[in-house]
């Protein structure tokens, strides 16, 4: 586990600002939600935080670590994302074991990772099947376990949940958080779902044009919002 900081952090596409000075501070083991409409930058906030975006201006800290000029590996945390990114032609335990093969990892040390996380999952009678052979619940289960095997100090979702149907997302939305309750690891979540935001988050950061307007609880954000842009996006009786 560790904390996460965002510190005036800023983004730039050529001359085109896009994130214009954002802080949030994530505790450990805290369970945030970045939430805004389509193009406000969540996404951009979230690869700049795994290191796949380099950042213009600013701090972002894990673990109270400066981790700017950071790679992504050396920055102990695991991604999912929305389309899955499984590999077709491996199984499901080599696609959960496959970073950790990458790292060199002996066998029993791979086999220890990938049981439990796929006890955990329900996965384990679909070890030995192919992405194709899995429904898209199942899928998303086998990214989540691939994050899982990692171990890392922390998860990173780019809204999971958004290519399944609304019946599988509301499980779903339960069974991370159930996950999270077990696993207590930091997790930075965005989603453009204010019911996904509301029913899963500790903590909600509610962003809009690359600024953040309001950051709280769940009920604090609906029963004081900020502004009349966190009103309505939450939907409270502003
Ligand atoms: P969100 O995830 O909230 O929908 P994004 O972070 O994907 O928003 O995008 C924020 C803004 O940055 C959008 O205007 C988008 O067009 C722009 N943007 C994102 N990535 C790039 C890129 N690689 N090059 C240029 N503009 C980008
Ligand atoms: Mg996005």
Known sequence: MASVEFANVRKSFGTHPVIK???IEIADGEFVILVGPSGC?????LRMLAGL?????????????????????????????????????????????FSLKLKGAPKSEVDKRVKPAAEILGLSPL?????????????????????????????????PLSNLDAKLRVAMRAEIKELH???????????????????????????HDGLVEQIGAPL?????????????????PA
Do not use: C, W
């Open 127 to 159: 070890l030995d099947r192919f992405p194709r052979q899995l429904s898209g619940g199942q899928r998303q289960r086998v990214a989540m376990g691939r994050a899982i095997v990692r171990d890392p100090q922390v998860f990173l979702f780019d809204e």
């Open 53 to 97: 975006e380099n950042i213009s201006a600013g701090e972002i800290k894990i673990g109270g670590k400066v981790v700017n000029n950071l790679a992504p590996k050396e920055r102990d945390i695991a991604m999912v994302f929305q389309n899955y990114a499984l590999y077709p032609h491996m199984t499901v335990a080599d696609n959960m074991a």
């Open 181 to 207: 309750q077990r696993l207590k690891t930091t997790t930075v979540y965005v989603t453009h779902d204010q019911i996904e935001a509301m029913t899963m988050a500790d903590k909600i950061v509610v962003m």
């Open 220 to 236: 604090e954000l609906y029963d004081q919002p900020a502004n009349l842009f966190v009103a309505s996006f939450i939907g409270s």
């Open 41 to 45: 930058g969540k996404s951009t906030l």
């Open 21 to 23: 000075g954002v802080d």
